[in-house]
């Protein structure tokens, strides 16, 4: 596994944003965005984000895919994504930051699997739903700046807010009636997200599902329009994606550290996937 004296660029922890504020040991922090703002270099955060968009122009970069920053919007980022940000002036918004620990007490508001966040990190908001989940925001900054904080009622709002975001993607997930459908979608997207790494074969997430992986395939072409292996290769780009671009460790150690016991083999199969090799992805701006 890689480690700190790889060198690793250093992940932003929630203790970055707690300097010089008065609840400094509060689990979750609330923080206003006014103004143009800019992220240039990738980085990643050990915590939770979701950031309310009010009035709002720009762009949101999030594991290598572009949003558009625009009014009304709920931005969801979870440890280790990448991201950057070009906000531009006029812009108001509002995030709350969240302690992986913390996440858990309400995370069960969130009614769909985190895979479809994942892949719908950007969502727009109806006037109404804007209007609760600004007051949520509202009063939970309030709650904080309170002497006699409760952590209970805290949680309790986020739970709302949780249920108001999933309340909004109901609408526009496109593909949440294949996820209803089968959902050992779902469950192989997340055997994926903890053994990538070490399996790359579908015969093994198949057994752990209980089934073929011809069946697997199946589903997966039936659902997801992909194969079963194509899928396992898009967690492993990314991956190596956030690598090239989070730590200064060299591609040799990358590739060990994604299961490839061959450098080469591995710049290959990257090549293949994104059209560049590692070295170059990692020199882009």
């Not at 769909?112 to 109404?128: A, G, K, Q, R, T």
């Not at 904080?149 to 609408?171: F, N």
Request: glycine share 2%.
């Amino acid at each position: 596994m890689l480690t700190n004296k790889n060198k690793h660029i250093p992940l932003l922890g929630l203790e970055e944003f707690r300097k010089d504020r008065l609840h400094s040991k509060e689990p979750l922090l609330f923080n206003e965005l006014h103004g143009e703002r800019h992220i240039h270099k990738p980085h990643q955060h050990d915590f939770f984000i979701i950031i309310l968009f009010d009035q709002a122009k720009g762009n949101h970069t999030i594991d290598f895919k572009e949003y558009k920053i625009s009014n009304r919007q709920i931005h969801l980022l979870f440890p280790g994504q990448v991201h950057t940000w070009n906000i531009e002036p006029e812009t108001t918004g509002y995030q709350l930051m969240i302690d992986r620990h913390f996440f858990e007490r309400f995370s069960a508001s969130f009614r769909f699997s985190f895979v479809e966040y994942h892949n719908h990190p950007v969502i727009e908001l109806e006037p109404d739903s804007f209007k609760l989940l600004h007051y949520e925001f509202d009063a939970i900054k309030n709650e904080l700046a309170a002497e006699d904080s409760l952590s209970e009622l805290i949680s309790s709002r986020t739970a709302v807010i949780a249920s108001i975001i999933s309340k909004s993607a109901a609408k526009i997930f496109t593909d949440l009636n294949n996820y209803e459908a089968e959902p050992r979608i779902v469950k192989f997207q997340q055997l994926i997200d903890v053994s990538f790494k070490e399996e790359k074969l579908v015969s093994f997430y198949a057994a752990k599902l209980h089934i073929s992986a011809n069946y697997l395939n199946i589903l997966c072409k039936k659902y997801l329009k992909i194969s079963a292996t194509q899928l396992i290769q898009q967690r492993t780009v990314l991956e190596a994606k956030r690598l090239l671009k989070t730590t200064t460790v060299s591609v040799k150690e990358i590739a060990f550290e994604l299961g490839f016991i061959d450098h080469a083999y591995f710049s290959n199969f990257f090549k293949t996937q994104t059209g560049t090799t590692p070295t170059d992805f990692r020199d882009l701006l």
